[in-house]
Structures are given as structure tokens and as C-alpha cells.
């Protein structure tokens, strides 16, 4: 399930500079209010079938990168030039999810950035995009960078671009590894898959936890691509998010229109 939320952005309270690598700031104030009511939360999960704990090795939900009509760019800062800005979120959980987000976000206000910069942006409206259904092929485009980390023999970190051969294998394996664990079983359906790049992927390095010890840069890529899949596995990763580091606000995408 699906929500646009359009924001207006409070620039006379904290002004209208984030950092140019906001993702993670924005993926733990997101998670913070949708888990800040534990009991909310919970009531939540398990009214749909799912138990707390299922949302730590994978994220049962994802977040775009925010919607600006207009910016400017100035070393490491992203100015907003715009008065308002979008941003969407995608739960796998279904059942009173509408009136779950509506209660955690109608009218209230985040407080995104860095300890350099910040702004504060306020909850106008909520729309619900949900799909209704999912053809077996679906092109999509990546509304925050899909990241795919492999972890070498001698512990150092390989971040793995769409283009390279064997990218196939490593995102039906990641799809069906996410559905196994959400569901407890394997999927036994035909999965019919096949995966076709549309654009050239852009390389986005992303900062995280910036200006403190454990500030680490995370590489992702940007595209739009071709997939057939069975329905049940497209509304899964559509709701979930696509690849690694979905818990820092990677891995958000959309079905092209």
C-alpha cells in the first residue's frame, strides 16, 4: 500500500538547507514515527500478520527520496527553492494501514538534516496511490538508489552496479530471500523472471551518519528497468523496497506510467 504525502516546507522556523546525503536522516525520523507508538505499531503488525521483530533484517516498508520541483546545489548542501515538496511511502502491511498512517501523520511536522542544517517540514495532505493489481511485466524506475553490496573474502565491501553479468541472479535470489522471510515458506509459484535495464545506471554515493565517527559512504544506483515477475513478488518488492540498506532509506521504486 502506497502514500503520497506533500509537505510544505517551514523555512521561516529552521530555513531550507539539507544535506545533500539526507537519506538516512530522513529513514530514521520516518521509522521513528511509525514505530514511536509501540503499541500503535504492534496492534498494526499483527492485525496483518506480521511480528515486530520481522522488521529488522528487512523493512516492511520503504521511503522515496524527497520530490523537490526546485534546488540548487552548493558543495555538500541542497538548497529547496520550492514551498512545497513530496515524498512517498509503501507498506507490504495492508489492513488499517490507511487510517495507521493517517494517524501518525496528518498535520504534523519533521525535522530533517544534519547537525549543520535542518529543515522542518509540515504534513499538508496524504493521498492514497495504491495498486490494485500487477501485470507479470512492470518497468519501473528507482525513486532512491538500489544498493546491492557484496561482502568479499577479506571483509572488504563490493558495491554492485545493474549492468555487471549475473545482476539477475543476485535480484531474483534477493526477491525470493525477502519473501521467505516475511512469509516463513518458500515461494512456489512461477516467478517467470527476467530483468531488462531501459536506462544507463547512475552511480549516487550517499554519505551516512556524516560528520561523526561513524560516518560511511554507501554507493547506489539509479535506473529505470523491465521486470517480469509473478504479481504476488511485484507487489512485494513495490511495497518493500528493491536491494540492500532499505532500513537507510535506499531502495524505493515506482512503476512507470
Not at 151 to 163: C, G, L
Amino acid at each position: 500500500m502506497r502514500f503520497k504525502l506533500i509537505f510544505t516546507v517551514k523555512s521561516e522556523y529552521s530555513g531550507n538547507v539539507l544535506p545533500v546525503s539526507y537519506q538516512y536522516e530522513l529513514s530514521s525520523c520516518i521509522h521513528r514515527m511509525l514505530t514511536g507508538n509501540k503499541e500503535l505499531y504492534e496492534q498494526w503488525l499483527r492485525i496483518n500478520g506480521f511480528l515486530p521483530e520481522m522488521n529488522i533484517r528487512y523493512r516492511l516498508f520503504s521511503i522515496s527520496n524527497f520530490y523537490i520541483p526546485k534546488i540548487k546545489v552548493e558543495a555538500d548542501r541542497l538548497f529547496i527553492l520550492a514551498k512545497r515538496v513530496q515524498l512517498w511511502i509503501s507498506c507490504l502491511p495492508e489492513r488499517c494501514t490507511e487510517e495507521f498512517i493517517n494517524t501518525l501523520f496528518a498535520g504534523k511536522s519533521l525535522l530533517i538534516g544534519d547537525r549543520h542544517t535542518q529543515v522542518e517540514l509540515q504534513v499538508d495532505d496524504i493521498i492514497k496511490t495504491d495498486v490494485k493489481t500487477y501485470p507479470e511485466t512492470i518497468s519501473y524506475l528507482s525513486l532512491s538508489p538500489i544498493v546491492f553490496v557484496h561482502v568479499r573474502a577479506n571483509r572488504s565491501v563490493e558495491y554492485i552496479s545493474p549492468d555487471i553479468p549475473g545482476y539477475n541472479e543476485i535480484l531474483l535470489n534477493h526477491i525470493l530471500e525477502k519473501y521467505r522471510y516475511f512469509y516463513g515458506k518458500d515461494f512456489t509459484g512461477d516467478t517467470n523472471f527476467n530483468f531488462e535495464l531501459l536506462t544507463e545506471p547512475k552511480r549516487k554515493g550517499i554519505f551516512i551518519k556524516r560528520f561523526t565517527r561513524d560516518e560511511s559512504k554507501i554507493i547506489g544506483y539509479m535506473y529505470k528497468f523491465k521486470l517480469t515477475l509473478h504479481p504476488v513478488l511485484h507487489q512485494l518488492i513495490h511495497n518493500t523496497g528493491l536491494g540492500d540498506k532499505v532500513n537507510l532509506g535506499f531502495g524505493c521504486i515506482e512503476i512507470l506510467e
